[in-house]
C-alpha cells in the first residue's frame, strides 16, 4: 500500500517562522568568525602593545560568543 501525503496538512517552516537549517548554520559560523577574529585582534594588539587594538579585539571576542550562544538557542 502506498502513503500518501495530504498537502493540506503540510506546514512550511515559512508558516511557522522557523529559519531553515542552512540560515542557523550560517548564523553559528558568522558569529564564530568574529569571535576568531576577536581572539586575533586582542593577541595582535597584545604584541603591539595597542590597548585599543586589543580592546577592541575582546569586544569583537564577547559579541562573537554572545551570538553564538543566541544561534544555539535558536
Known amino acids: 500500500m502506498a ?9 512550511t517552516q ?4 522557523e529559519p ?3 540560515d542557523q548554520v550560517e548564523e ?3 558569529a564564530e ?7 586575533a585582534k ?3 594588539g597584545d604584541g603591539l602593545q595597542d ?6 579585539g575582546e569586544r569583537l571576542e564577547r559579541e562573537g560568543k554572545r551570538e553564538m550562544e ?3 538557542r535558536d
Open 33 to 39: 568568525m568574529k569571535e576568531l577574529k576577536g581572539k
Open 14 to 17: 515559512d508558516e511557522l517562522n
Open 51 to 56: 590597548a585599543d587594538l586589543a580592546r577592541e
Open 70 to 72: 543566541d544561534a544555539k
Open 42 to 44: 586582542k593577541n595582535v
Open 3 to 11: 502513503m500518501r501525503i495530504d498537502k493540506d496538512k503540510i506546514t
Open 28 to 30: 553559528r559560523v558568522e
Open 20 to 22: 531553515a537549517p542552512m
